[in-house]
């Protein structure tokens, strides 16, 4: 205990359930693993649904030996407690011709673009479903989930959509097709599990999806429900950031264990902004105390978007010949859509190329933007943005950038990750890519975003620059004026 601070050991003695809110970098694991320590007697669960936060708390509960502690990913403890040792076919998307096949004889006499926005309906409306506090399909309010682009067609349609997306669901109950990882989450859910600890910790709670959160508040035992409120960054995949709902005691990490004072500075300077402008609310929860020993020794180049990141990754390999890099998730992840085609094959389509794929085989170039447009699929949007500005100068520089990449983290001392990619990793050095929206831009846009778009810019940016230790290379325009 003589390591801690006092706003660690006051956590170390909860006794109910609470919730914890950490700022970046202030030895949240740290002190989440001592609270393991504390209660030997105690059986603890550790969750989180990030694979880098279990790594980084399984060692700390090997290193001092606790046996009374176990660490798993939120999937990984609905799929053991669903289908246990047996194998099953996982996927994170339903691949495209499977639900072409079984919606076929429903959509064969639509034309090719309303073919494909039934499908993408039928998916989307399982994966919305499937993270969503709604037990049964046919009580989920879908249309509820779409902006006015998508809404007439899918009203219109809305029949065949949910009557294709329940016959999907009973295959992949009956492991005919392969199975989402949301499902067996759903699944997870609808078991009303009683999970067998004394104390089940929810790590990176913001980030966390209804369904699952709703299966832990259902526990008996005692809760402790832990975060960055101002690090949720997957609202556009349905998750909620639960803290401000859960009316339980509240305790606050607020001091820098990681940063540089002048990286802290321009933390808190944000944090500021942010309750001050998009709160109304002047006081702020802020970083303070004194920098540590520089402890890291790799180097970051973190994006909003993939198509910057590739930009600045091309250029970097031309300016660095010998030096290995390495993108988290793999370099596949960022030129690979979940249809089952790559950017180059989008290049194809710009080039009047045929296609083997079956999904862009239905499209010409100009009807594929329309499709990314009405569907508001980011990723098709980034590929035919990086399509257009490279030509057909990209099919080399992709090889090029395959060639540089390592296939292991220990391999290269210099990333390239977007901010989603990233969470959960320190760097000596961070270089801040100039695709984020600047503080200032997103009060002229209040009145085309919502607030919830706008906190999410915010947390964003307050995301990748916390992940830098000492060193932070960062445009003039995203440091805010107070």
Avoid at 207 to 226: R, V
Avoid at 326 to 351: A, E, M, R, T
């Amino acid at each position: 205990m003589k390591h801690l601070s006092d706003e660690q050991k006051s956590i170390i003695n909860i006794q109910q359930t609470s919730k914890i809110n950490a700022l970046a970098g202030t030895g949240k694991t740290f002190t989440l693993i001592h609270y393991a320590k504390e209660y030997p007697n105690k059986k603890i669960l550790y969750l989180s649904p990030h694979r880098a936060a279990i790594d980084h708390f399984t060692k700390g509960i090997q290193y001092y030996n606790l046996k009374n502690t176990h660490a798993l990913t939120t999937y990984a403890i609905a799929k053991k407690y669903i289908y246990g040792d047996k194998k099953i076919n996982v996927t994170a998307n339903i691949p495209y011709l499977t639900i072409k096949n079984i919606a076929q004889p429903y959509i064969k006499n639509l034309n090719k673009k309303h073919q494909n926005l039934t499908i993408y309906h039928i998916q989307n409306i399982i994966n919305k479903f499937c993270v969503s506090e709604e037990r049964k399909i046919q009580n989920f309010n879908y249309l509820k989930h779409l902006n006015n682009n998508e809404t007439a067609f899918a009203e219109k349609n809305y029949d065949m959509i949910m009557f294709v997306a329940v016959q999907l669901m009973k295959q992949m109950h009956e492991l005919q097709i392969p199975i989402i990882h949301n499902f067996y989450i759903k699944l997870f859910q609808n078991k009303n599990p009683k999970l067998l600890y004394d104390i089940i910790i929810l790590d990176e709670v913001q980030d966390s999806i209804p369904s699952f959160l709703q299966t832990i508040q259902n526990q008996n035992t005692t809760i402790i429900y832990c975060g960055d409120t101002n690090q949720e960054l997957f609202h556009y995949k349905g998750t909620v950031n639960v803290f401000n709902q859960l009316n339980i005691p509240e305790f606050t990490l607020t001091i820098n264990q990681r940063f540089h004072n002048k990286i802290d500075q321009l933390i808190n300077s944000i944090l500021q902004w942010k309750n001050t402008f998009i709160y109304n609310n002047a006081q702020t929860q802020i970083l303070h105390g004194i920098p540590p020993e520089k402890k890291h020794t790799k180097t970051a180049f973190i994006s909003k978007s993939a198509v910057t990141l590739l930009h600045h990754a091309i250029k970097f390999i031309h300016e660095n010949n010998n030096e290995p890099i390495y993108f988290p998730g793999g370099i596949q992840s960022y030129i690979n859509h979940p249809y089952g085609f790559s950017i180059l094959d989008v290049l194809q389509l710009k080039n009047n190329q045929t296609t083997n794929n079956p999904f862009l085989k239905n499209f010409s170039y100009f009807t594929l933007n329309e499709f990314a447009d009405e569907t508001n699929d980011y990723i098709i949007k980034n590929f035919i943005k990086l399509c257009n500005e490279t030509g057909n100068k990209l099919s080399s520089l992709i090889q090029e950038l395959e060639k540089k990449c390592t296939q292991y983290p220990h391999q290269a001392n210099t990333f390239f990750s977007t901010v989603h990619k990233v969470k959960s990793n320190e760097f000596l050095q961070v270089h801040i890519l100039p695709d984020f929206i600047p503080l200032d831009e997103l009060i002229t846009k209040r009145k085309n975003m919502s607030r919830e778009e706008i906190v999410q810019e915010i947390n964003l940016l307050y995301t990748a620059i916390s992940r830098s230790t000492y060193k932070l290379n960062i445009p003039q325009k995203y440091i805010p004026i107070l």
